[in-house]
């Protein structure tokens, strides 16, 4: 079982940033893929962005340019560092770790 701890999710001025991280723990060996999800009131939960193990990396097409996904998998933690950002990226922002495990979510507000 893996457990993922969200943070730095907050309230950020339209051009501001932001930096998530997501630490994984728990019984497992290996996590192939970690990524972030949003999801905004009444929209379907989309891919933010992916990377693997080895930093092969997956953006959806209205972050690209401003945010950037990495990881430390010493620490089996990924980041996701959020630039420019814009009223439209408010969300609840979730992490994900391999096939089905997901954290709590974590509220990311961009408003004047």
């Known amino acids: 079982q893996v457990h993922l701890v969200e943070s730095g999710g907050g309230l950020v001025q339209p051009g501001g940033s932001l930096r998530l991280s997501c630490a994984a723990s728990g019984r497992f060996f290996s996590i192939a893929t970690m990524g972030w999800y949003r999801q905004a009131p009444g929209k379907e939960r989309d891919l933010v962005a992916s990377?693997?193990?080895?930093?092969?990396?997956e953006y959806g097409d209205s972050v690209k340019g401003r945010f950037t996904i990495s990881r430390d998998n010493a620490k089996n933690t990924v980041y996701l560092q959020m630039n420019s950002l814009k009223p439209e990226d408010t969300a609840v922002y979730y992490c994900?770790?391999?096939?089905?495990?997901w954290g709590q979510g974590t509220q990311v507000t961009v408003s004047s």
């Open positions: 990377i693997t193990s080895g930093g092969d990396t």
């Open positions: 994900k770790g391999g096939r089905a495990n």
